[in-house]
């Protein structure tokens, strides 16, 4: 638990700790990123090929978001499916 919210750097919340993010250091700290990574752009821009990571603060943080339910396919259709994707 210890590991999970407080060193593990989650990617839904734009790679801080669930600890940074409830104590609100995660503001400065992808203010900070945000600056650095437009530093190392201006340093080598030939690095770069688009912009830079978007370092946004992640607003809406879902535990367990709902996900859209399809209707089950029937053999054939995953068949099919399994067909495309190979």
């Given at each position: ?47 770069w090929s688009s912009a830079t990571r978007n370092w ?31």
């Amino acid at each position: 638990m210890h590991w999970y919210n407080e060193e593990h750097r989650h990617s839904a919340i734009q790679f801080v700790t669930p600890a940074e993010r409830h104590a609100g250091l995660d503001v400065e700290l992808l203010i900070r990123r945000a600056e650095l990574y437009e530093a190392a752009k201006a340093r080598n821009p030939n690095r770069w090929s688009s912009a830079t990571r978007n370092w946004d603060r992640t607003n809406v943080v879902d535990l367990n978001p709902d996900k859209t339910t399809k209707e089950p396919l029937n053999r054939e259709e995953v068949y099919q499916e399994l067909k495309l994707a190979a």
